[in-house]
């Protein structure tokens, strides 16, 4: 480790370099959500303020919303999961061949809960939102 310090320094340096980048895919990732949800709000005011008017409780709104930003997590997670191993396959294959990639199997479960608990935290301004509509200004909404 001492002989070759600079070497060590380089690999701890790429691997906080990777989970910086991770996080901030993550986080461009969770206001991707939120935007989606946040315009999904506004196009749909007018339903929103009929389902309330209608009854439909602002707990019910909420759930709905939350609901909506799971899925886009999950379906995310399921898309990236498939892509990775689609490239991860295409490098062991065509790739130099120096070394394999073999990821671990527990890692898509993880990334796939870790998506969808993003998904769920991205949507709770936009679903805080619709549910605190009020129904008569909802309807008139243009």
């Known amino acids: 480790m001492q002989t070759n310090s600079q070497l060590m320094n380089a690999l701890q340096s790429q691997s906080l370099s990777s989970s910086l980048i991770s996080f901030f895919v993550a986080l461009s990732v969770a206001f991707g959500i939120a935007s989606v949800l946040a315009i999904s709000v506004t196009q749909r005011t007018r339903e929103i303020g009929i389902l309330r008017a ?79 509509l009020d129904p008569v200004a909802a309807i008139r909404y243009v």
């Not at 396959?89 to 065509?94: G, I, K, L, M, S």
């Not at 061949?97 to 998506?115: G, N, Q, Y």
């Not at 301004?125 to 619709?130: E, H, M, Q």
């Open 54 to 132: 209608m009854g439909a409780r602002r707990e019910q709104m909420l759930i709905v919303f939350l609901i909506q930003g799971a899925v886009l997590g999950l379906l995310g997670s399921f898309v990236g999961a498939g892509a990775g191993w689609v490239m991860v396959w295409a490098f062991n294959t065509f790739g130099p061949r120096l070394f394999d990639i073999s990821p671990s199997m527990t890692i898509v479960p993880i990334a796939v809960s870790i998506a969808t608990l993003t998904g769920v935290l991205a949507a709770i301004a936009p679903a805080w939102r619709a549910s605190r």
